[in-house]
């Protein structure tokens, strides 16, 4: 399969430890990653919640570029924009013809977009990344964290199941950790308040961050730069809103993933992120 | 105005009901199960529930919607739109309500949303991509929010997740003459 990869926004700043994670992790599973040439900003909550043409059209001059390859993308928020416009496209000649005037492309809606966990599930595998395991994640309890925009609204993503999303899990427990089963995989954490009103995302991502607690997991695992940055960077002031101490480090999947296939802590960025994993990790001897 | 009243509203010359059945699933299919409020995950906290804003549109009650302060909380996570019996896709009847409260100048006083959006979109016309420290310096400015998570700044910057300087992408005419056309073609 031919990819080429849509990074967004985010994993161009902070979420650089996603980014770095996810080539880590292709390279060693020997896929060719390619960065979409000049690839600009999906328009993200902002588009869609203002102009809904710009909402279509941000996401078609992207696609319409990768010319006919499958276009894999790390970020949730990305994934879900670009999932949406196409449907849109490729549903209605009349949002088409629109489109195209505005990028002046006949986009077609036709442009495969995959997330990279469906990319790992589907194209690759779950036996074959099992194979490259060389260190097993054994003893690690992880909440696999799905978010909104992965499984919602399962007409347009096609992911998995909508309310008991599992692809994570299995991937998870294909590198040797164990998910566990909790109840909040999808609610939302607050998404694109982080700025402009927090008291939100510290209320919803409070409530996440203690469901995950009373599973009692060692970390969470996360596939989505915004779920990662409301419940890692907040999480501090989460605690003394609410009173709780949690302690739990919120890892992107891929960060996992590679441990799990040899990379090193620094080829993953583990420093990045806010709330250290070093004491889980080095409890179950598996600093990288 | 008076609850009791049904308003048409009439800019555009399209009601409420129109801009939100955007030519899928028609609002008056509610009947008020009330599953969409069960899981959305700001109806505690909000003015207005997702199945209120549903029936206010049915009855066409524009002043109540598009001033509500839901419209702006709403965080986007198609919960609703999911498990809604009915199929109705309430959150994207959300995006159409808060277009038409900003087109018609009805913007609850106290949000900072939507000035979040305009900086965001004008992030994207003029470098392409966004860069998130001067996209936050910029809103900061905007709202006079200034010390909102100052205390986070150097760590995050030590931790390589701000970085100074973003990437641009060339072609800015071209971006800002998309822009032009896809404000003219509006929907």
């Given at each position: ?71 894999a ?9 670009l ?9 209605d ?37 099992a ?16 978010g ?12 998995d ?7 994570m ?5 294909a590198?040797?950790a ?44 996360t ?15 989460i ?28 080829e ?16 179950l001897?598996?600093?990288? | ?15 409420l ?7 899928k ?24 529930k ?36 009915q ?12 277009v ?25 016309r ?17 709202t ?36 032009l ?7």
């Open positions: 399969m031919n990819y080429v990869f849509f990074p967004g926004c985010s994993l161009d700043g902070t979420a650089k430890d996603f980014y770095l994670s996810t080539l880590a992790v292709a390279s060693k599973l020997d896929l060719d990653l390619p960065e979409l040439k000049d690839w600009i900003c999906c328009g993200s909550t902002a588009a869609h919640s203002s102009d809904p043409l710009l909402a279509d059209a941000l996401p078609a001059q992207n696609l319409s570029n990768a010319k006919g390859k499958t276009v993308v790390a970020c949730a928020a990305c994934y879900s924009r999932k949406t416009a196409n449907s849109r496209i490729s549903g000649p009349a949002i088409r013809a629109k489109v195209a005037q505005v990028i002046g492309n006949n986009y077609d809606g036709h442009t495969p977009v995959m997330h990279f966990l469906e990319l790992l599930s589907r194209d690759v595998g779950r036996s074959r990344i194979k490259a395991v060389c260190r097993p994640l054994s003893g690690l309890r992880v909440a696999c964290y799905y909104c925009l992965l499984s919602r609204p399962p007409e347009i993503t096609g992911f199941d909508a309310e008991n999303p599992t692809l899990d299995q991937l998870i427990e590198i040797g164990t998910p566990v089963d909790w109840p909040h995989k999808t609610e939302c954490c607050g998404a694109s308040f982080s700025i402009s009103d927090t008291s939100i995302v510290l209320r919803l991502s409070n409530e996440i961050l203690s469901m995950a607690k009373a599973a009692g997991v060692d970390c969470i695992a596939a989505c730069p915004l779920c990662q940055l409301n419940l890692d960077m907040r999480q501090k002031d605690e003394a809103e609410y009173s709780k101490s949690y302690n739990l480090p919120v890892l992107y999947f891929t960060q996992l993933l590679g441990l799990a296939l040899g990379c090193s802590a620094a993953l960025s583990l420093r990045s992120l806010m709330v250290t994993p070093e004491p889980v990790l080095s409890r001897g598996l600093q990288g | 105005m008076m609850a009791a009243v049904l308003e048409i509203d009439d800019i555009n010359g399209r009601s009901q129109q801009i939100s059945a955007q030519g699933v028609s609002p008056m299919l509610c009947y008020q199960c009330q599953k969409c409020t069960s899981g959305c995950p700001v109806a505690s906290r909000a003015d207005l997702p199945h209120q804003v549903v029936r206010l549109v049915q009855m066409e009650q524009s002043d109540e919607v598009l001033s509500s302060r839901f419209i702006w909380e709403c965080t986007s996570c198609h919960t609703c739109a999911t498990r809604c019996p199929k109705i896709d309430i959150a994207s009847i959300n995006d159409a309500l808060r038409r409260s900003k087109a018609s100048a009805k913007v609850v006083p106290g949000t900072a949303v939507p000035t979040f959006n305009d900086l965001f979109l004008s992030a994207i003029k470098r392409g991509r966004i860069h998130e420290l001067s996209l936050m310096a910029a809103f900061k400015l905007h006079m929010r200034l010390l909102a998570d100052f205390d986070k700044l150097p760590m995050m910057i030590f931790k390589r997740k701000l970085p100074l300087i973003g990437s641009h992408v060339g072609q800015r005419r071209e971006r800002e003459a998309m822009f056309r896809a404000r003219r073609g509006e929907m």
